[in-house]
Nanobody, 122 residues
């Protein structure tokens, strides 16, 4: 599975962006999908995840209520809608695929996508 994230950009605080992660290859629906981010000088952190069929989602506290994860298995694509963006959301965002939420939370990622830069200005 190859993953390609897109949709990043520069936005003012309070604005919105929608990230997309397109997967190629077989078995997309078999993977729990997640989004990570890495800010300059900081470690990569898990941000959000969505289960295989999309019925269950997970968010870290700092983004819960502002970010929404969704997926379209027919299009092999997962999305991260980011609203009410804050300067502290500035980071390179990566999509990732793994066997379960637990594995992603422990960085047990099977596949990483190339990152997309999100910059939120104050």
């Amino acid at each position: 599975v190859q993953l390609q994230a897109s949709g990043g950009g520069l936005v003012q605080a309070g604005g919105s962006l929608r990230l997309s992660c397109a997967a190629s290859g077989r078995g997309f629906s078999n993977y729990y999908m997640g989004w990570f981010r890495q800010a300059p000088g900081k470690e990569r952190e898990f941000v959000a995840g969505i289960s295989w069929g999309g019925g269950s989602t997970y968010y870290i506290d700092s983004v819960r209520g502002r970010f929404t994860n969704s997926r379209d298995n027919a299009k092999n694509t997962v999305y991260l809608q980011m609203n009410s963006l804050k300067p502290e959301d500035t980071a390179v965002y990566y999509c990732a695929a793994g066997p379960s939420l637990g594995k992603l939370l422990s960085y047990g990622v099977d596949y990483w996508g190339k990152g997309t830069q999100v910059t939120v200005s104050s």
